[in-house]
C-alpha cells in the first residue's frame, strides 16, 4: 500500500510538473481516452507509426510522444494487450479514467494564483470552416474559463493557462491555428484590469 501511495505522489508530481513532457503526457492520455479501444496491426516497436493520430500535432516530437506513452503505461494509466491475430488493443485503465477526469474539458479551471506575475496570456485562433464545430466549442469554453474577448477570436487571460489550452486545442485537433501570446503590457489594458479585478 505504501508502494502504491508513493507511486500515486510521484505521478502527480510529474503530471503537474513544469517539466517539457507533461503537456505531450495530458494530450497521449486524452487520445487514448478520446478514441475508446484502439486496433492497430502493428508490433511494439512500430506502434507511433501505426498510431498516425499521434503525429497531428507538429509542437511535440516522437520522442516527448514516446517517452510520454511509456511514462503512462509504466505508471498503469494505459495499457497495450496484444491479441491472437497480432492486434494491439491499447486502452485507458480505470486509474487513466480517474487521471483524465482531473483535466478533461468539462473539469477544466484556471486556478487563481497567490500573486498575479503581471503578465497577460492572449489566445489568437484563425481556425478554418471545416472545423466550425470546434471552433464555437473552443469559444465556448473561452467564455467558461473566465477569458475576456478583446476581439471575435482574440480573448485574454491574467493567470498561466498554457497546458489548458493546449489540452483543449489539441483534443478538438486545432492546436496549428491556436496562438498563445505572453505579454507584460498592452494598450487599453486597464479596462481588462478592471474586469479581473487587478
Excluded at 500573486?115 to 472545423?131: A, L, Q, S
Aim: aromatic content about 12%; charged content about 30%; proline content about 4%.
Amino acid at each position: 500500500m505504501r508502494k502504491d501511495n508513493s507511486l500515486n505522489e510521484q505521478l502527480k508530481s510529474f503530471l503537474d510538473s513544469d517539466t517539457g513532457y507533461v503537456t505531450a503526457t495530458k494530450v497521449v492520455l486524452a487520445v487514448v481516452a478520446l478514441a475508446g479501444i484502439t486496433f492497430v496491426m502493428a508490433t511494439a516497436p512500430n506502434i507511433f507509426q501505426a498510431l498516425g493520430f499521434f503525429k497531428k500535432s507538429k509542437r511535440y516530437s516522437n520522442k516527448q510522444l514516446r517517452s510520454a506513452f511509456y511514462a503512462l503505461k509504466r505508471r498503469g494509466f494505459i495499457e497495450t494487450i496484444k491479441e491472437d491475430d497480432d492486434k494491439i488493443k491499447i486502452k485507458i485503465t480505470k486509474k487513466g479514467k480517474e487521471k483524465i477526469k482531473e483535466f478533461s474539458i468539462d473539469a477544466l479551471t484556471i486556478p487563481k494564483p497567490t500573486k498575479w506575475d503581471k503578465k497577460w496570456r492572449i489566445i489568437i485562433f484563425d481556425i478554418p470552416n471545416r472545423f466550425n464545430k470546434a471552433r464555437e466549442a473552443l469559444r465556448e469554453k473561452l467564455k467558461d474559463l473566465g477569458f475576456f474577448q478583446i476581439q471575435k477570436s482574440v480573448w485574454v487571460h491574467p493567470y498561466p493557462c498554457e497546458d489548458e489550452i493546449l489540452f483543449i486545442a489539441n483534443t478538438f485537433q486545432i492546436e496549428p491555428f491556436i496562438e498563445i501570446l505572453i505579454v507584460e503590457e498592452f494598450l487599453h489594458e486597464n479596462k481588462i484590469r478592471k474586469h479581473f479585478n487587478l
